[in-house]
């Protein structure tokens, strides 16, 4: 692998996030752009941690109470703590994962650091969620006949079309067995202030932002034919939201739409 195809002068989503995140695998043009979203949505940061508690919560459920053992991530992200097959494997060790992202140095440090128990397996897919065939095409470790968690978490809102973002979704879910769950998190201006509201509009306006909202009614139809887990469509920060937490961020601050269904 080689970062011959990495453009660094191009924010680019898990790159700014880390930022966000606190990490350093980020660039200036990652760093800048993040800075930039930052004026308009001051949480961004909140948020961004909320969003990775909600990943931990919503996948130990589903390996602990749902007792799912495969894990389609999508929009993986780099490396952080709580990765999906750790939360996944601390409970079951035998649990299988792929990890799918468009951003080469994802990748590479996927493949460095994301280390699977002996008793199970993960996998690194270089793809991007437009091409959810490609995606369903190298699913080698995953057995297609047995439910698999599919993990669309601060992803599908980088897509501006809704109507070709339930249309992906509801490939990657068609392709799966009935008791597979989907995991979801989408940005929404739902839950702001109408000043913050208006600051999102405009940046989204200005292009300084290339995530794209989605209302509740939008995220409904996502999780149409499908059965909600408790407590349903909700801000992530109010998803199961464990009181060990140091950081209890208010729907405001977590301002995205958290969602777990399984597929009858």
Avoid: C
Wanted: proline share 7%; hydrophobic share 40%; net charge negative.
């Amino acid at each position: 692998m080689t970062f011959d195809r990495l453009d660094t002068g191009v924010a680019h989503p898990a790159r700014r996030y880390n930022y966000w995140l606190g990490g350093k695998d980020n660039f200036a043009a990652d760093r800048e752009s993040g800075d930039l979203l930052a004026k308009s949505y001051p949480a961004a940061r909140i948020a961004a941690r909320a969003n990775r508690a909600f990943l931990r919560r919503a996948v130990a459920h589903l390996a602990g109470e749902a007792g799912i053992r495969q894990f389609l991530d999508v929009g993986t992200g780099l490396p952080t703590a709580d990765n999906t097959h750790e939360v996944a494997q601390r409970i079951a060790p035998d649990s299988r994962i792929v990890y799918v992202d468009n951003d080469p140095m994802v990748m590479v440090h996927a493949r460095a650091l994301l280390t699977s128990s002996p008793e199970g397996e993960t996998r690194y897919i270089e793809e991007d969620l437009r091409a959810p065939e490609k995606i369903l095409a190298a699913l080698e470790i995953l057995d297609l006949t047995k439910p698999v968690a599919l993990i669309l978490v601060a992803v599908v809102h980088f897509l501006p079309s809704q109507q070709e973002s339930v249309g992906i979704v509801r490939t990657l879910l068609d392709a799966l067995p009935s008791g597979s769950h989907l995991v979801m998190t989408l940005a929404t201006t739902d839950l702001l202030t109408p000043e913050l509201k208006a600051n999102w509009d405009e940046s989204l306006r200005s292009g300084r932002s290339d995530v794209y909202p989605r209302t509740r009614t939008q995220v409904e139809k996502f999780v149409v034919d499908l059965e909600l887990v408790e407590p349903g469509i909700t801000a992530i920060s109010e998803w199961r939201p464990d009181p060990a937490d140091e950081e209890q961020p208010t729907p405001v601050e977590a301002s995205l739409f958290g969602v777990v269904a399984r597929k009858p």
